[in-house]
């Protein structure tokens, strides 16, 4: 028969009735009153905030906000031009945009707290405003950080390398970025390249004479590709494909500081003549 072992539990009688006593606790030493919180919300990095679904109103300034894109005349002007802005091709015939610089939609969210290291729950922590620019934002952010994770996974040194396109004037151009990325599929391909991954983004630049300059950037991961004399294949230049200036060039710095500078500038979002939403941002399905 197996005996096992107790430990004696100190009994503390208390008018004729027996009460286990309860272990000491070591005090904290504090000076003078403690008028700081228990859990610091600011501070505290065991904390973990939840975010409750909240109401959502509709802002009066929406339709305020919404701000054609102008094109570009032949008229002289005392203000200068980027050169991206003064090609022969700047004479087509350009699609029209709506940059929406206010929320369609304000949302007040609840949030409460839980400390992950004395499991103390706080119902009413803080309340959260947000609309839908910032939430498009914070979509935007984590696709380029789940991709330049998966970039550090793959590229290794002197094997690999990184190219941005720029794509300049949107309004302007023959075709949309799907097909220019299938076309940079088959520039890649035929000089011996396959490309592994990318990632684009679509910024709304303000600018003083156009109101908004509409610009892709477009981020390449293929295999290391020497090139010879300092000048880039021609058939990397899609000029003639998007029908305004592009450029193409290595990446010289941080690929998530490349991408998060771009993401960071605005909230801005464009749309259509009709109001339906442009796509901001696109990513390869995988990195290889």
């Known amino acids: 028969m197996v005996q096992f072992k107790t430990k004696p539990i100190a009994v503390n009688t208390t008018k004729g009735v027996q009460v286990a006593e309860q272990p000491k606790r070591r005090k904290l030493k504090s000076k003078g009153e403690n008028t700081t919180p228990l859990v610091p919300v600011a501070e505290n990095e065991n904390l973990q905030k939840i975010y409750h679904l909240g109401i959502s109103k509709r802002n009066e300034n929406y339709l305020v906000g919404l701000v054609p894109v102008k094109g570009v005349s032949k008229q002289k002007t005392k203000k200068s031009l980027r050169s991206c802005h003064l ?37 009413e922590l803080e309340i959260y405003n947000t609309n839908d620019l910032k939430a498009g934002k914070y979509r935007q952010i984590s696709a380029a950080k789940k991709f330049c994770d998966n970039i550090k996974n793959l590229q290794k040194p002197k094997q690999s390398s990184i190219l941005l396109h720029t794509f300049t004037r949107l309004n302007e151009a023959d075709c949309d970025i799907r097909s220019v990325i299938d076309i940079l599929k088959a520039r890649y391909k035929s000089i011996g390249r396959k490309i592994r991954g990318y990632f684009w983004v679509l910024e709304v630049e303000p600018n003083e004479v156009l109101g908004f300059h509409l610009h892709y950037h477009l981020v390449v991961f293929v295999d290391r590709l020497n090139i010879k004399g300092g000048k880039m294949p021609e058939a990397l230049k899609l000029n003639d494909v998007w029908g305004q200036r592009t450029q193409v060039e290595f990446l ?17 979002r464009l749309k259509d003549a009709k109001g339906k939403k442009i796509r901001m941002f696109g990513s390869s399905r995988r990195c290889q």
Not at 88 to 117: C, F, H
Not at 252 to 268: Q, V
């Open 87 to 123: 090609l022969n091709n700047a004479e087509k015939i350009s699609r029209e945009y709506l940059v929406q610089t206010e929320p369609k939609w304000n949302t007040q969210m609840k949030v409460s707290g839980l400390d992950k290291t004395t499991g103390e729950f706080m119902p």
């Open 252 to 268: 010289r710095k941080s690929l998530e500081g490349y991408l998060l500078g771009y993401l960071s500038k605005g909230d801005a």
